[in-house]
Structures are given as structure tokens and as C-alpha cells.
């Protein structure tokens, strides 16, 4: 092996390695083998730098694992005992709902495969995720309507007929507290999507004179068209105060609102329908109130239009 020697040595120095060598319990020489052989560790390749084919091809994959993931954390498949992470048993599950190969999938999670596009049109359709999300990295993974700057009408009685439930969540605490979340199943393919109202009224007190229309003409035509379709309704109270909505709507599956544990029945709206005010909604709106317990139940209504501005 080599030798080196190494003269004109600094004599602080030189007691600095001695006191190092006993402290370690090695000869002298030992402690500046040691000390040469961690300050000079050799030199790794890198490899050859990701082209932009590659760079992404890996990330989507990446984006197409971050989703099924988030399809079993949100227990997407309602299984007992579930698991967090999609293994080799889910992704064969997965597979199979979208005929598909689970070793085509495993090949575009782990970087090796292009993901098609008419895959990706095809887990956006089964899972009500984003096709663009998964492809390119825009928008939010699970995709939303925002009911409050395209009306109410279209995702409550949509042109495709079908047998629908719907559940309207009110979010009954913290900064967006009376923000209204709508969840859609279509019973014959189990398929749930989701809306949110955010500017055209809340269910709370407090609004102005825009907000009591726009709310007032919601709850006729929940009123004078609900008889065509199954309406349930909750209070989703969150768990932190300073609660971040938009971090969790189109971040997690629209079944994550269906889990017991960060939901309740609620009665608001049968309330309204009757003529009691919860938590004082309408007050200096009472004549609101009044219109919409004597509207007859399947009746309609020229007040049942779309939204005003606030």
C-alpha cells in the first residue's frame, strides 16, 4: 500500500490528532488513516441527467402512486381493516376495475412506462380524479364544481338521467363555517362526485342582502324539486380550528366526507322547510323564512332560479 509522510507538522495540531488517536483507542498513524479516509470519500457519478421524456415519465408516475394511495387512505373500496398504501393485492383490484395489466401499472408508477392518455382518461372516469393532474401536473388531483360561478341547477339535475342521491355538508365551525360541500352518487355506478358553494351564500348568519337571495332561491328549489331525488343532510365539523378547506377539497376523494368519524346527521334543512331558523340565519330575514315553510313541497317556484351575485 501507499506511504505518505508528512513533515513541518504544526505542533497544536500534532497534539490535537495524539489526544483524538486515545480518545478513539488507535495507534497515531490509525487516527490519520481514518481522518484522511472520511474527509476524502470518493467520488460518485451521478449518472447521465434525466431528458424531458423521462424526467416526465418518472413524475407521473410518482403522481399516479400519490393517487391510488390516497384512494386506499381514504378507503375509497369500503373495506374493513383497510390499508393506507395501494400494495400488490389493491393495485391487482385497481387493475381489474380499469382492465388493465397491475405489472402496466407498476411499470408506470415506478418511472418505467409511459402512462396512455386513454388510461388517463379512464382512471379520471372510475375515480373522479383529474386526467390533466395526472398527465400534467395542473390543477387538483380529485376534480370539483364550484356551484358559486356555474349555478346549482346542472350538478343537482343533470342532463344525463340517472338514479341520484345527494348530501348536502355543511361545514359547521372555523374560518369557513356555513361553506356548503354537495356530494352526487349515481346509484347504478357508485360513482360520487363533489360541489361547493363558497361565494353565493353560506349557512350562517350574518350575510348581506345578495347572500339572502341567492340562499332563499336555493332552498325553493331544493324544496319544490327534491321529491325527484334522495337529499341527506350533515354537519362536517373539523378537527382544528384553523381548518384549511382548500387543502382538503380536490385533495382527497370525495368519500372522505362520507366517513362517520368527521360527520354528523344534521336537521338544518328540514328546519328551514318547516319554518324554524337555525342559529338565527334569518334573522332580519324572517320574511324569507316565511316564504320558503309556505312554499308546498314539489311546487314550483319562480324564486327556484340561479344565483345573484353578494
Known sequence: ????????????????????????????????????????????????????????????????????DRLMADNYFRT??????????????????????????????????????????????????????????????FTVTRIGSSGYTQFLLPENVGNYTFELIRISTGRHAGTLIILRTDENTGRTELAVITEAFYLCAGMGAGGHTNLKRFLLFLKTKSAHFGVNTFDFEPEQPDFDFWSVIGHHHPVWFQD?????????????FIGDDPADWFKGWETDLKEISNTPFGEDSSNAGGLTSE
Open 1 to 68: 500500500m501507499a506511504k505518505i509522510q508528512a513533515r513541518n507538522v504544526d505542533d497544536a495540531l500534532y497534539q490535537r490528532i495524539e489526544q483524538s488517536a486515545m480518545k478513539n483507542e488507535r495507534s497515531l498513524e490509525g487516527e490519520i488513516r481514518t481522518a484522511l479516509r472520511e474527509y476524502y470519500q470518493p467520488i460518485v457519478s451521478e449518472g447521465p441527467a434525466m431528458s424531458e421524456r423521462e424526467r416526465w415519465q418518472y413524475e407521473t408516475g410518482k403522481r399516479l402512486k400519490w393517487l391510488f
Open 80 to 141: 374493513f381493516g383497510r390499508a393506507d398504501k395501494a400494495g400488490v393485492p389493491e393495485l391487482v383490484q385497481l387493475a381489474r376495475q380499469l382492465d388493465t395489466s397491475p405489472g402496466l401499472l407498476m411499470d408506470i408508477m415506478e418511472g418505467n412506462e409511459e402512462l396512455p392518455f386513454c388510461l388517463a382518461d379512464a382512471i379520471a372516469e372510475k375515480f373522479g380524479s383529474s386526467a390533466e393532474w395526472l398527465l400534467g401536473n395542473s390543477g387538483s388531483p
Open 260 to 272: 362517520a368519524n368527521r360527520r354528523s346527521t344534521a336537521r338544518w334543512l328540514q328546519q328551514i
